[in-house]
């Protein structure tokens, strides 16, 4: 059983100093900007979603609940995850507390999940609509 024994590692043989990181400060520039992007479109499209879904009744159907669901997910995320990891990017220290950073990670996690399971039922629904040319008695009640 040779190849289940592992070498343990010495962690402080590694520099884990920006500069000796392999990335320069463009990379960290343009994933910090990519980000900010990200937080800013994303945040304005998915408030935009949610007005129009509970402005406009024509278009309730079947899969307004979970559009609905994936906007207010997509939009805790924009507002909260994206803006912490452009933060760390742009400015190259990490601010918060290693609590702070574990939450935020699971949120993160937590909302890829549920998006994940939103585009999945949406799908889902999508294929019963065009396998049955839209004539189903259980999209129909």
């Given at each position: 059983?040779?190849?289940?024994?592992?070498?343990?590692?010495?962690?402080?043989?590694?520099?884990?100093?920006?500069?000796?990181?392999?990335?320069?400060?463009?990379?960290?520039?343009?994933?910090?900007?990519?980000?900010?992007?990200?937080?800013?479109?994303?945040?304005?499209?998915?408030?935009?979603?949610?007005?129009?879904?509970?402005?406009?009744?024509?278009?309730?159907?079947?899969?307004?609940?979970?559009?609905?669901?994936?906007?207010?997910?997509?939009l805790l995320c924009c507002m909260t995850s994206l803006p912490v990891v452009a933060h760390?990017?742009?400015?190259?220290?990490?601010?918060?507390?290693?609590?702070?950073?574990?939450?935020?990670?699971?949120?993160?996690?937590?909302?890829?999940?549920?998006?994940?399971?939103?585009?999945?039922?949406?799908?889902?629904?999508?294929?019963?609509?065009?396998?049955?040319?839209?004539?189903?008695?259980?999209?129909?009640?």
């Open positions: 059983m040779q190849f289940l024994k592992f070498k343990s590692v010495n962690l402080s043989e590694f520099n884990f100093d920006k500069q000796s990181s392999g990335y320069g400060s463009q990379y960290d520039m343009c994933v910090g900007i990519s980000f900010l992007i990200l937080t800013i479109v994303g945040s304005i499209g998915n408030c935009l979603t949610l007005l129009v879904i509970g402005k406009t009744k024509r278009l309730y159907n079947h899969c307004t609940p979970f559009i609905f669901s994936l906007a207010i997910g997509n760390n990017a742009l400015g190259g220290k990490h601010v918060f507390t290693l609590f702070t950073c574990k939450v935020l990670s699971m949120e993160l996690h937590a909302l890829f999940g549920v998006s994940f399971a939103t585009l999945a039922a949406i799908s889902f629904i999508r294929a019963i609509v065009v396998w049955t040319n839209g004539t189903s008695k259980w999209l129909n009640k």
